[in-house]
């Protein structure tokens, strides 16, 4: 019997890096963004919350899908088990942006 898997995704959301574990991570419909569908997010019986897993909790409460540009994503990990989802600071460039070619501006 084979577990779903559980990947780690991690982006940038304005100036922040998210990290965030769904079951299901795809390039999805819309082009140049990729589908995070089913995040996981640790079910607390105890006491001890994490503030910033529960921040997350509560910005995607209700939210089926969303869809990350692919110049966000930092990396996309599959792990044996869900960590700890959090927010941190995006200190410096993280993201080397995609080579694009130059603009031709010679007039025929």
Same mark, same amino acid.
């Given at each position: 019997?084979?577990?779903?898997?559980?990947?780690?995704?991690?982006?940038?959301?304005?100036?922040?890096?998210? *990290?965030?574990?769904?079951?299901?991570?795809? %390039?999805?419909?819309?082009?140049?963004?990729? *589908?995070?569908?089913?995040?996981?997010?640790?079910?607390?019986?105890?006491?001890?919350?994490?503030?910033?897993?529960?921040?997350?909790?509560?910005?995607?409460?209700?939210?089926?899908?969303?869809?990350?540009?692919?110049?966000?994503?930092?990396?996309?990990? %599959?792990? *044996?088990?869900?960590?700890?989802?959090?927010?941190?600071?995006?200190?410096?460039?993280?993201?080397?942006?995609?080579?694009?070619?130059?603009?031709?501006?010679?007039?025929?």
């Amino acid at each position: 019997m084979s577990k779903a898997p559980v990947y780690r995704v991690v982006f940038i959301n304005n100036g922040k890096t998210y *990290e965030i574990y769904a079951s299901n991570v795809s %390039q999805g419909a819309l082009y140049g963004f990729v *589908e995070i569908r089913g995040m996981l997010f640790d079910e607390r019986t105890s006491l001890v919350v994490d503030p910033g897993e529960e921040k997350l909790k509560a910005e995607f409460e209700g939210v089926m899908a969303t869809h990350v540009p692919v110049h966000a994503i930092i990396r996309i990990d %599959q792990v *044996e088990k869900r960590g700890v989802a959090k927010i941190g600071d995006a200190k410096g460039n993280v993201v080397t942006p995609f080579p694009l070619p130059k603009p031709d501006n010679s007039k025929s």
